[in-house]
């Protein structure tokens, strides 16, 4: 008997790891005989609601022409409630021996479901009783983003070359999960062993992705403009994010400087206290470092040229928004 969890923020890499999963306990056998896989299709009532019951009744099912049944439970972001999940965790209790349960806690696909709760508590309990593998499939944050890809590559069964990993990285920006599929197809274009050059991928790429604010927020301090601009261009693209949500973004990073300047501070580690900052030391780091490179002056003017755009993307200026966020942005990378 085997009980997993899925787990991710990509549907993607949890489309993939669910397909993973599903052909390791098929193995050799017959698919169409051993797999039930439930939606919440299968879960919706007359009444619109929804009940765990049905998958539970599918577990406790007894294999028929097979040894053994996999049953795969989709969309279990459905079931947040300690009482929706009930029945669910009294089959964990005492589990049928020849069914193997993969869950996969996933938001629903109708409109009305646009959060992803967390799982209960009870049935973390339950799972972790009836020794259950949880398993994340999503990108990693921070750092560990840029390494998973590297894993991703080094596993993958084509070589790419320096070159190669070094456009692909560029190219990608935050979208890294769509990494694993174009992995895929370069392996069905060139055949397992090939060696990739960056011209050889170059047709497969497609639109450059979104980057993180962190970026933009890099070239500016470096005084980068083109640079800012296309990461400016690649967030509101690709990337999908509002000139406001950017904004956000920018105003948090300059309101930073602004509580750091002439405060009485000597290290990374009083700015991040001063900051109210957790964890890493490194935002506050950057934030005084680049507070001192401006000076009060700067940072002041910085401040005003944020709250000027912050009113022309409200309406007091007839641009359009991206042509505020562009003149914003070339203005602040022009302070260094």
């Known amino acids: 008997m085997t009980v997993v969890l899925l787990k991710g923020n990509d549907e993607s890499l949890l489309a993939n790891a669910v397909k993973e999963q599903v052909d390791g306990l098929v193995g050799g056998?017959?698919?169409?005989l051993m797999v039930e896989e439930?939606?919440?299709?299968?879960?919706?009532?007359?009444?619109d609601s929804f009940a765990i019951r049905r998958l539970v009744d599918s577990a406790q099912t007894p294999p028929f022409l097979t040894e053994r049944r996999v049953v795969v439970g989709r969309?279990?972001?459905?079931f947040s409630k300690a009482t929706d999940v009930e029945a669910l965790v009294s089959y964990l209790a005492e589990p049928l021996p020849s069914t193997d349960l993969v869950l996969v806690w996933e938001k629903g696909q109708s409109p009305k479901h646009d959060r992803l709760a967390n799982i209960p508590k009870s049935l973390k309990d339950a799972l972790e009783?009836?020794?259950a593998e949880t398993?994340?499939?999503g990108v990693p944050s921070g750092k560990g983003a840029d390494l998973w890809v590297e894993q991703q590559i080094k596993l993958a069964s084509v070589t790419l070359d320096r070159r190669a990993v070094q456009h692909l990285g560029a190219h990608l920006g935050d979208e890294r999960s769509r990494v694993v599929n174009l992995l895929a197809t370069l392996e069905?274009?060139?055949g397992a062993g090939a060696k990739i050059s960056v011209e050889e991928i170059a047709p497969f790429l497609g639109d450059t992705g979104g980057v993180p604010p962190w970026e933009l927020t890099d070239a500016i301090d470096s005084g980068a403009i083109d640079v800012a601009l296309d990461k400016l261009q690649r967030m509101i693209g690709t990337g999908g994010r509002h000139p406001l949500q950017i904004m956000a973004s920018l105003q948090t990073h300059y309101l930073r400087m602004l509580r750091l300047d002439g405060a009485p501070i000597s290290g990374e580690k009083q700015a991040a206290q001063l900051l109210g900052m957790k964890g890493s030391t490194f935002p506050a780091k950057k934030a005084l470092t680049q507070s001192k490179r401006l000076g009060s002056d700067g940072v002041k003017r910085a401040v005003t040229l944020l709250a000027d755009a912050d009113r022309g993307l409200r309406g007091e200026v007839g641009w359009p928004p991206e042509l505020v966020m562009e003149v914003l942005v070339a203005r602040l990378a022009n302070m260094r």
């Not at 056998?29 to 169409?32: K, L, Q, R, V």
């Not at 439930?38 to 009444?47: C, F, K, N, Q, S």
């Not at 969309?75 to 459905?78: A, L």
């Open 38 to 47: 439930l939606t919440e299709v299968h879960y919706r009532l007359d009444d």
């Open 129 to 131: 009783a009836a020794g």
């Open 188 to 190: 069905s274009v060139y």
């Open 29 to 32: 056998g017959d698919a169409s």
């Open 75 to 78: 969309h279990m972001g459905r």
């Open 135 to 137: 398993i994340e499939t």
